[in-house]
């Protein structure tokens, strides 16, 4: 028996009490994701990205775990709720105009004290100051650092387009802006450098890709590290108090972890490993989030038919946003149909040995957007479901 048909035998005997479509989490292979990204963080702590995980109690989990320190999330709503539950690090990674979630945080010292916000421009400071309607408290803030990479005098881009600040002469006056602001204080710098923590490095079956994406990422480690340490030595200069320096991802945790300038990682998808985690050649990790659809149909030889299925991920359309069949090995989608809204056709010859009722297991494209699909997450140990915990649209919380 393969590893992998092993796995299904486990999930099967601990899910067959339970109808799918159903979402599980095997906390083994989560437990081992967590320590592999401590082992290449080196020493530095590890902020969770919750937009990777949607769940609050394998938040806790994780947090609970030495080498962890400090959530990441990704709006306001939810670092207030967060906040509010008890999580007492909470950094906003990306920039908001929730006014009301702005007023609150600014009337309640405990939320102040606990969210800090992200900022790359001076009208994001004054739509909080608009927000305030008396609140006085003190707003933690971030700065954040363009990471893309420029080639030929900036002609070619690669990264995302998130932050418009590049030098640092300009973090350094954005950080003058904060520091002579009264109700703010600036505490931290971030970079997400997506094309080198995001972006597989070794894709089978394409080795000129690969190699052209191991240049290029090279070439960006190079050029963002020399950038980056500048950008804190001018930033330190007008905020010499600055607390954390947070960078990378999943794909990047032992090459940002070298960076002298940067004092913790952020990471998430690297918990649950979903499938466009598969190739990279610096690092691998163990499926620990799966999906199973239920078998409703058989039209033919070498053909079963789930119940739904159609759950791509964000980010441009294409067949590597869609979810994988994982168990039984050998399935593949209908190039005709794929996966669907109310139902999947899936071909080859495990169809055969399917029954109607039987389970197929899937694995999403990327992490988090999978718990927007389920209200809870059955977490598995051995062939046992030893709980249930809720996802955020568990508790009501649909945050974008």
């Not at 003190?138 to 030929?152: G, I, P």
Request: aromatic letters at 6%; a neutral charge.
């Amino acid at each position: 028996m393969t590893p992998r048909a092993a796995d299904r035998s486990r999930y099967d005997r601990a899910t067959a009490h339970l109808d799918a479509p159903v979402a599980i989490v095997d906390l083994e292979a989560f437990d081992a994701n967590a320590d592999d990204l401590v082992r290449r963080a080196a020493g530095k702590p590890v902020r969770v990205a919750s937009k990777s995980v949607r769940c609050r109690a394998l938040l806790e989990r994780v947090l609970a775990r030495p080498g962890f320190a400090g959530v990441m999330s990704f709006t306001l709503a939810e670092s207030l709720w967060l906040a509010r539950a008890g999580f007492e690090d909470v950094l906003l990674a990306y920039p908001s105009a929730d006014r009301a979630g702005f007023g609150e945080l600014v009337r309640d010292p405990k939320l102040a004290a606990a969210v800090t916000v992200t900022v790359d421009d001076v009208a994001q400071l004054d739509l909080i100051d608009a927000a305030r309607s008396g609140g006085q408290e003190e707003v933690r803030v971030c700065l954040e650092l363009d990471t893309a990479l420029h080639l030929l005098g900036g002609r070619i881009r690669v990264g995302a387009r998130r932050s418009p600040l590049r030098t640092p002469a300009e973090l350094a006056e954005l950080a003058r802006s904060v520091e002579r602001r009264p109700g703010f204080r600036l505490v931290g710098l971030m970079a997400y450098e997506g094309h080198v923590a995001g972006v597989g490095d070794a894709v089978a079956g394409r080795p000129l890709r690969s190699r052209a994406v191991r240049l290029m990422q090279a070439a960006a480690r190079r050029e963002l590290a020399e950038r980056r340490a500048a950008v804190v030595r001018a930033v330190r200069a007008v905020a010499p108090d600055l607390e954390f320096v947070n960078g990378g991802g999943t794909g990047s945790v032992q090459h940002t972890a070298a960076e002298d300038a940067v004092t913790e990682i952020a990471a998430g998808s690297g918990l649950f490993v979903p499938r466009l985690f598969d190739h990279y050649s610096s690092f691998s990790g163990r499926p620990a989030a799966l999906f199973a659809q239920p078998v409703v149909r058989r039209p033919g030889v070498g053909v079963v038919t789930v119940l739904g299925g159609g759950y791509p991920a964000s980010g441009v359309a294409g067949k590597d946003r869609l979810p994988v069949p994982y168990l039984p090995e050998g399935l593949r989608y209908d190039p005709q149909e794929g996966p669907g809204e109310v139902q999947t056709p899936l071909l080859g010859s495990p169809a055969d040995d399917l029954r109607i009722g039987d389970k197929v297991w899937f694995r999403h494209a990327k992490a988090g957007e999978l718990c927007e699909r389920f209200d809870s997450l059955r977490l598995v140990e051995g062939d046992r479901v030893t709980d249930t915990v809720p996802t955020y649209r568990g508790e009501g919380k649909t945050f974008l």
